[in-house]
């Protein structure tokens, strides 16, 4: 199970911190990532962090703003977001992946405006 939290409303230029909390299964054997799907458009990558948590990788359109860890001593991944646009508006999903196992978050809204 992954349970995401931290979404909200925040204007542009503010920040937010999502978290992901997993449950039932060996989380640090999984790879984590990050989703998001705006209104109307289809869900895409924007970060991905290896099960160690020394590797990690982010779509061009988040790089320098957006920062993934994790902590697998709390079975938690996180998102670290600044700078954030009105762009970055949509719903953020966590995901868990290892060898053919795949598991989605149910997502939290993350809302950018003034």
């Known amino acids: 199970q992954l349970v995401e939290s931290g979404g909200g409303l925040v204007q542009p230029g503010g920040s937010l911190r999502l978290s992901c909390a997993a449950s039932?299964?060996?989380?640090?054997?999984?790879?984590m990532s990050w989703y998001r799907q705006a209104p109307g458009k289809e869900r895409a990558l924007v970060a991905t962090?290896?099960?160690?948590?020394?590797?990690?990788n982010y779509a061009d359109s988040v790089k320098g703003r957006f920062s993934i860890s994790r902590d697998n001593s709390k079975n938690t991944v996180y998102l670290q977001m600044n700078s954030l646009k009105p762009d970055d508006t949509a719903v953020y999903y966590c995901?868990?992946?290892?060898?053919?196992?795949?598991?989605w978050g149910q997502g939290t809204q993350v809302t950018v405006s003034s």
């Open positions: 995901n868990a992946w290892f060898l053919l196992r795949n598991y």
């Open positions: 039932g299964f060996p989380f640090s054997n999984y790879v």
């Open positions: 962090i290896n099960s160690a948590g020394g590797n990690t």
